[in-house]
């Protein structure tokens, strides 16, 4: 027969059950079975078997009429192509009770601008009112405008904050403020530790950890000066946002600023270094004109070494400026561990540059080099 070998069609046989029986189709080297050709062979039982072949040929996109005798896997009549199977809905989704769901983070109630009062008799009740009372009349006015030109945008305190101003300074505060009031709120006593020496320690370093990198801290340059300036010719521990400081007469100062503590002198820093008062003074110095052992004192002294590290190194790497420091603010940097005080920092080499300050600022003759400090740059700088 001309145009190729002819082939036989497939055998077919039923099983009274109405399940096909499983055959085996022996395939030649040169023949190949065409769609036509190709049928489902199952076991008794329903299961399958593989081994069906592939036609060689190109497969029509049309779908094949169903061919006669031909069962399902299940035993059953094949169906028709044409016939849609039917899609059952899904089960409705069951509600999560909402007790199950774990608890979302808590709101804040959101900060609003603070209006500031035309006069001082109209501020809120508190220690810097009283503070600004104790001026006389006729200079009260001009420093209660030079200190809303100073802070023309303050923003309302955080609910449950109460602290010695009657507003943020600014939004960027928040944080430390909370953190500061949530501790001193947490103080056990008076004398929780020694008056004498300086206690540092990281759990009281309530701000921030991202504290070598930032911006270049000498652009406070003249808030540091005032503050040191404040605070070596008058004796009291003045943040640099109490304007009103040198107002107030010497012989009502002592109610509204605290005194310097005991250890100060032994962790003050040369003049125009680059370390500002932390913020403990400007909101709770309230805390701090008590006892020397009270836990404000320690949040004081661990804040002020951090600082003083921030300030160090980045003169250090910025400007190339080696400050000599007192041996108790280098020792307080090294309790509170390099790994801990560069461990978000951007440089990897933060921590061996700072241990190296160290090492450096150890081994150099501060003596033989004071006379040059004088001479260059004045007196009592480092």
């Excluded at 503050?227 to 010719?233: A, D, G, I, S, V």
């Excluded at 009270?294 to 590290?309: C, G, K, P, T, Y």
């Excluded at 307080?332 to 978000?344: D, R």
Aim: hydrophobic content about 40%; charged content about 25%.
């Amino acid at each position: 027969m001309a145009g190729g070998p002819s082939r036989a069609p497939p055998p077919t046989s039923s099983h009274p059950s109405g399940a096909s029986r499983a055959e085996d189709v022996q395939l030649g080297t040169e023949e190949s079975l065409g769609p036509e050709d190709s049928m489902d062979i199952t076991r008794p039982g329903g299961s399958s078997q593989s081994g069906v072949a592939k036609s060689a040929a190109p497969v029509s996109s049309a779908a094949p009429s169903p061919t006669p005798g031909l069962v399902s896997p299940g035993g059953g009549e094949a169906a028709s192509p044409d016939e849609k199977e039917e899609i059952l809905p899904l089960p409705p989704r069951r509600a999560v009770p909402r007790l199950l769901l774990p608890p979302g983070p808590r709101r804040r109630t959101p900060l609003r601008a603070w209006k500031v009062p035309l006069t001082v008799e109209e501020m809120p009740p508190g220690l810097l009112k009283d503070a600004y009372l104790a001026i006389p009349v006729l200079r009260r006015l001009d420093a209660w405008h030079r200190r809303t030109r100073r802070f023309p945008c303050q923003v309302t305190l955080p609910e449950g904050v109460e602290c010695d101003l009657p507003a943020l300074l600014s939004r960027d505060d928040e944080a430390e403020v909370l953190s500061i009031a949530g501790a001193l709120a947490e103080a056990t006593g008076e004398l929780e530790f020694d008056n004498l020496t300086p206690v540092v320690d990281s759990r009281w370093v309530l701000r921030p950890r991202r504290f070598l990198s930032g911006e270049d801290p000498h652009v406070f340059h003249g808030q540091v000066r005032e503050e040191h300036r404040l605070r070596t010719t008058s004796g009291y521990l003045v943040h640099w946002s109490r304007a009103e400081f040198a107002s107030v007469p010497e012989v009502k100062k002592g109610p509204y600023y605290p005194i310097l503590p005991g250890w100060w002198e032994s962790m003050e820093v040369p003049c125009g270094f680059p370390a500002r008062i932390p913020l403990i003074v400007a909101y709770f110095a309230s805390y701090l004109r008590g006892s020397g052992g009270h836990r404000a004192f320690a949040i004081l002294a661990s804040n002020w070494v951090v600082e003083v590290a921030r300030g160090w190194y980045a003169d250090v790497c910025r400007r190339g400026y080696l400050w000599h420091l007192p041996p108790s603010l280098v020792e307080g940097i090294e309790t509170l561990g390099f790994p801990w005080l560069c461990y978000a920092e951007d440089d990897r080499d933060a921590e061996e540059v700072l241990r190296a300050i160290v090492r450096l600022h150890s081994r150099l003759d501060w003596g033989a080099l004071a006379p040059f400090l004088t001479i260059f740059a004045g007196p009592g700088v480092g």
